[in-house]
């Protein structure tokens, strides 16, 4: 059976077959052409799977703010049984007149530093090439560029896995404060990405509620099980897992001081609103936050709340009580 082509890297390989094109391409040459589709074609998948996936990766990436533009018959353009799409390069480059602070500027170089033309997928450039054998032009500048970072959470993968396939996971999950991790047992429907760490968000099965579980607090191995679930149950869930977690960090805020001009100052404010003493910034977990400011040692002090201040001096205590022994038994 051909390898599993990871979901993110089959919405890049679309977005490099869509940009590729100026005419567009029927959804039947991106299911037989585009890595991701063709493997999971050529293992047996049907194609009203593959159908759904399609359709499920480009509401995705239309979320995103990407423009995939939908071409219908020319005689008739509400006729879309052969549809053809494309991503407009015009819609989609950056406004020529854009520009960006000195600080906005260091942190796009670092992004670019983690891209590189001789990273391309093998699979992604075979796909591009079997899509100009079709006698479709393609666009070369935008080929050759495919993400080297690849570190994240080790559930991250198993997860996406089971919900593409909807089915039941179980994996131990340790919350803050327990001595011990404890079991728990979720038909995962979306992944989501908010403040810039991984979260699940699925039903729960023992007790029939939605649950979001952030993936750095699962411990050991996530355990796919063979009993499925409806697959329509995932429809909308990325956006309630979202608006979950900011109904939580609005219902929680940190009156901050911090050092202007430093990475404190730039990381925290893009989140930030102004106060008369600092800044306020929303969060969705106490430790989690108080991992991050801590990390910024003297560039930020916490005025408010106490118990996310008081976690914070915790943390920093720590660190002076772990090199302090380290220095003595040298």
Known sequence: ??????????????????????????????????SGYRQRADAGTRSDALEKMFERDKDELRTLGVPI????????????????????????????DI???????????????????????????????KIRALGIDGDEPIIGFAPRITARDAAFAPLQDAIERSRVVTFDYLKPGED?????????????????????????????????????????????????????????AGERALAGLERVA????????????????LRLGRRATAAPQGIHVPFV???????????YGPEVRVVEPAALRDAVIDRLRAVVDAHTDRAEAS
């Open 180 to 236: 011990a991790p404890r079991r728990r047992r979720i038909r995962p429907l979306a992944l989501v990405d908010y403040e810039a760490r991984w979260h699940v968000f699925g039903i729960d099965v023992d007790v029939e509620e939605d649950r979001t579980f952030l993936l750095s607090r699962i411990v050991g191995a996530v355990e796919v099980s063979t009993t499925t679930f409806d697959s329509a149950l995932r429809d909308g």
């Open 99 to 129: 520009e960006f602070s000195a600080a906005e500027l260091a942190v796009l170089r670092l992004a670019g530093s983690v891209w590189s033309a001789e990273s391309v997928s093998g699979d992604a450039q075979s796909g591009v090439r």
């Open 69 to 96: 533009e939908t071409i219908g018959d020319a005689a008739d353009p509400n006729d879309l049984r052969e549809a053809r799409y494309r991503i407009p390069q015009a819609e989609y480059d950056l406004p020529s």
């Open 250 to 265: 609005a219902a929680n805020s940190a009156l901050l001081e911090v050092t202007p001009g430093t990475e404190a100052a």
């Open 1 to 34: 059976m051909a390898s599993r082509i990871p979901a993110e890297e089959r919405l890049t390989n679309l977005v490099v077959a869509l940009m590729a094109t100026e005419i567009g391409l029927t959804k039947q040459q991106i299911l037989d052409n585009v």
């Open 285 to 295: 977990d106490l430790h989690i936050f108080a991992d991050e400011l801590a990390s």
